[in-house]
């Protein structure tokens, strides 16, 4: 799936003349539902399934098999170490989720420290040389999410604002260059 030559040649440039500075209200509002996970360290079922289906609906099915005692023990484990391998790889241990559902629930419970990886902002950082492995933005390991959310923080913390609005102006920006269907 192609998209437009990009207009900015560096994330800095682009962050800088793109910079989204209020989140979507579908999803402030389903962020403001969630705060408490943080905190409390307990999800129900459907929480976890409202989380996934924001980020795709496809595998629906495949999120329902988990069993809410399974999701909330994971979820405890995530939210009790300090380890972001571990965090993705108990987030991924659960039935239907993969990187970017996984990094999707982390934002939704904390978005000043994470955003999502998905296939749109990995084409754009790619296209603007900011990433230069996986151009096609797919299967993407515990190394790509990880390389990704260092840039993330490194450009939210330099910009003053959180880790989800950087990533949510990378796929606002992919949107206005994508030609074409995404899939």
């Known amino acids: ?36 996970i943080k905190r409390s360290k307990v999800v129900t079922k459907d929480e976890f399934l409202n989380i996934c289906r924001w980020k795709s609906a496809r595998p629906l099915s495949h999120y329902r098999k988990n069993s809410e005692s399974t999701i909330q023990s994971v979820l405890k484990s995530v939210l009790s170490t300090r380890s972001e391998r571990h965090r993705l790889g108990l987030l991924t241990s659960l ?15 904390d978005p000043q420290r994470y955003g999502v990886i998905d296939i749109r902002v990995w084409q754009l950082l790619y296209a603007i040389n900011s990433v230069r492995s ?27 604002t959180s880790t989800r609005l950087v990533e949510l102006t990378l796929f606002k920006h992919h949107k206005k260059l994508q030609t074409g269907k995404l899939y």
């Open 95 to 109: 039935k239907g989720v993969g990187v970017p559902t996984a990094s999707a629930i982390l934002t939704l419970i």
């Open 1 to 36: 799936m192609p998209i437009l030559e990009p207009k900015y040649s560096t994330l800095g440039e682009l962050l800088e003349h793109e910079l989204e500075t209020k989140e979507d209200q579908k999803t402030a509002d389903l962020m403001r539902a969630l705060s408490h």
């Open 134 to 160: 996986n151009p096609a933005g797919a299967g993407f390991t515990f190394r790509h999410w990880y390389h990704y959310l260092c840039k993330l923080r490194y450009w939210a913390k330099r910009l003053k």
